[in-house]
């Protein structure tokens, strides 16, 4: 069978596409492995009772500041969808939950000096007064298996992905059972909330 010019070329557009977005998508786990999973120790004395995550941790551990200090309609929206996901094999492990004001300045002064500006550090980590994590209402997801659930179903438990850079941070939108998540904002220099 002989194919066409054109036909060629249309999936080779195809292809280069997928590529790029493969590309891209392993970009973005690789940062979020390097900037959400925080370890316990080494933080300047910051640790568990700051928000610190320790790796293995899920929505369900009763002991972890940094999830029994996460609000609890989101807490409780998590372990509902969490539930559901399990009978698909997936696990919703938590990168990061709450944080203290301390630990979220911390993490913001490292953005800084790793992305050499806090223009570019914003795109990744908000400051103590304006991030949802201190107020304990936004939650980074673990693994791609578990994001990509909550892509497909976490509306209908009322959990949205707010930022398009970010597919592991998720925060409670009641209303997206009825009418869906809001659409996302390319990062958090674009959602109102961080402004001021």
């Known amino acids: ?11 080779s557009t195809i292809r280069a596409a997928f590529l790029l977005a493969n ?5 973005v786990f690789i940062h979020q492995t390097m900037t959400t999973s925080i370890p316990t120790a080494g933080r ?13 941790v899920t929505v369900f551990d009763e002991k972890v500041p940094g999830v ?11 372990r509902r969808a969490a539930r559901a996901a ?6 919703f492990y938590v990168n990061s939950g709450w944080r203290s004001p301390a630990y979220q300045s911390q993490l913001l002064q490292e ?4 992305y050499g500006s806090e223009r ?34 976490g509306a209908g438990y009322g959990l949205c992905q707010i930022y398009d850079n ?21 990062d958090p220099t674009h959602d109102p909330r961080m402004q001021g």
């Open 86 to 91: 399990a009978e698909d094999g997936v696990v």
């Open 111 to 114: 953005a800084i000096s790793k």
């Open 1 to 11: 069978m002989t194919v066409s010019p054109s036909t060629r070329r249309t999936r």
């Open 23 to 27: 590309v891209a998508l392993v970009g």
């Open 166 to 186: 970010e597919p592991w941070h998720y925060e409670l939108r009641p209303e997206a059972a009825e009418h869906g998540c809001p659409p996302r904002y390319a």
């Open 120 to 153: 570019e550090a914003a795109r990744w980590v908000a400051t103590p007064q304006n991030s949802p994590h201190v107020q304990g209402q936004a939650i980074d997801i673990g693994r791609s298996d578990a994001t990509a659930w909550l892509a497909e179903h």
């Open 68 to 78: 029994v200090n996460l609000d609890p309609e989101l807490l409780g929206a998590l």
């Open 44 to 56: 300047a004395g910051l640790g568990e009772a700051d928000g610190a995550v320790p790796d293995g």
